[in-house]
C-alpha cells in the first residue's frame, strides 16, 4: 500500500513538474531601444547611461547609446535617429539639442512606428509619448533662489547659459530671471551663451568678469557651463568676490564646492532620467502605453557646503555610484 501510495505521489509530481515545464517560455521576447544624447563625455551622461544599461538589463533590451561629440551638433542627432530607425530599433529615448530642428527627425521616426521617449531636454513634437527629466523651470527658480537665500545686499547677476535652440537651458534661464525680477534687490546684468565645453565656458566666464567687475554673483545651467564658470572664478581670485551656482554633479565642482569657487549646486537625477527612459520604452514596446505618464518629473536638490556631506546629498551627488 505504501508503495502504490509512493507511486502515485510520484506519477503526481511529475505531472506538475512536466505542466510547468510545458507551459514556461523559453525567454521573453528582446525588444531594441536606441538611446541618441546630446554628448558622450559628460559624467551627467554617463550617469544616464548607467541607469538607462540597469534598465536594460533587468527588461531584457537591447540597448545602444549613441551621440555627437559635441553638444551643439543637432544635425548628427537627426542623422543618428534616421540612422536607428532604419536598423530597426522599436523606440527611441532622445534629448534634443534643438528643440526645433530636432523635430523633423523624431517626427518622422513616429511616422515610422518608432515609440519616443524625451529625456533632460524636449523636442517640438507632438509624437512623444513622455517626457522624463528635471522640471527645468523650477531648477532655474532654484538656482535664483539659492542665492536670495545665502547672499545679502545687493545682487549683480551674470548668468553663463549654453546653447540658445536647448529647451532646458532656456527654461533654467528663465525660471531664473523670473524669480530674481521679483526681488528688489537683484539686477540682471548679463547673458551669455557659449559652448557646453568647460574650456570655452571657462574663457567666455573670464571675459564677462572682466567687463563687468560689478557682478557678484553668477549662475551656470549645465556641468560644462560651471566646471568652465568655477575654473574662471578660481583663476581670476574672486573665489570670495562671486557667489556661483552651479549645475549637476562633476568632480571638479564638488572640488569647487569644498574650496570656495562653488557655493551652491542644483543637482538632477540623471541615473533616473536614464533608467525611467528605458523603463518607458519597454512598456510602449510592449503595449503598456497605460502604464507610461506623459510628463515625470525627476528629482532635483540644492547642496551646498552646509548639507554636502549629509546622506541625501551624497546620493544626489554620486547616483551612479
Known amino acids: ?19 510547468g515545464c510545458a507551459g514556461k517560455t523559453a525567454s521573453p521576447e528582446q525588444h531594441t531601444v536606441t538611446l541618441v544624447a546630446k554628448s558622450t563625455q559628460t559624467e551627467f551622461w554617463l550617469s544616464v547611461f548607467a541607469g538607462a544599461e540597469a534598465a536594460a538589463t533587468e527588461y531584457n533590451m537591447k540597448l545602444n547609446i549613441i551621440g555627437p561629440e559635441t553638444e551643439e551638433d543637432y544635425e548628427t542627432q537627426n542623422q543618428m535617429i534616421a540612422d536607428a530607425v532604419e536598423a530597426g530599433t522599436e523606440a527611441i529615448v532622445f534629448s534634443a539639442i534643438d528643440y526645433e530642428n530636432n523635430a523633423a527627425a523624431i517626427d518622422a521616426a513616429a511616422r ?11 523636442v517640438a513634437s507632438k509624437m512623444v509619448s513622455t517626457y522624463i527629466g528635471t ?49 528688489d534687490r537683484a539686477e540682471i546684468v548679463a547673458v551669455i551663451n557659449t559652448l557646453a565645453e568647460a574650456e570655452q565656458a571657462r574663457l567666455d566666464t573670464a571675459a564677462l568678469l ?8 553668477l549662475l551656470a ?55 525611467l527612459g528605458v523603463e518607458s520604452a519597454y ?12 510628463t515625470v518629473d525627476t528629482s532635483t536638490q540644492t547642496v551646498d557646503r552646509e548639507n554636502l556631506f549629509t546622506m541625501d546629498s551624497q546620493k544626489a551627488l554620486f547616483a551612479f555610484e
Do not use: W
Open 112 to 122: 515610422a512606428g518608432v515609440r519616443i521617449v524625451a529625456i533632460d531636454s524636449s
Open 221 to 275: 545651467f549645465n556641468e560644462p557651463t560651471s566646471v568652465g564658470a568655477a575654473e574662471a572664478v578660481e583663476e581670476l581670485g574672486l573665489s570670495e568676490d562671486v557667489f556661483l551656482v552651479g549645475f549637476d554633479s562633476n568632480v571638479a565642482t564638488i572640488d569647487g564646492l569644498q574650496e570656495g569657487s562653488v557655493d551652491a549646486l542644483v543637482v538632477q537625477n540623471p541615473y533616473a532620467m536614464g533608467y
Open 283 to 294: 512598456r510602449l514596446v510592449t503595449g503598456q502605453s497605460d502604464n507610461v505618464e506623459a
Open 135 to 183: 522640471d527645468n523651470y523650477t531648477a532655474g527658480q532654484m538656482a535664483a533662489q539659492a542665492v536670495l537665500d545665502r547672499v545679502e545686499g545687493e545682487l549683480k547677476v551674470g548668468l553663463i547659459n549654453y546653447d540658445v535652440s536647448s529647451a532646458n537651458g532656456q527654461e533654467r534661464e528663465h525660471g531664473a530671471v523670473e524669480t530674481f525680477g521679483r526681488s
Open 1 to 19: 500500500m505504501k508503495r502504490n501510495r509512493r507511486a502515485a505521489l510520484c506519477a503526481v509530481l511529475m505531472g506538475l513538474l512536466l505542466c
Open 210 to 217: 572682466e567687463r563687468f567687475p560689478e557682478i557678484n554673483v
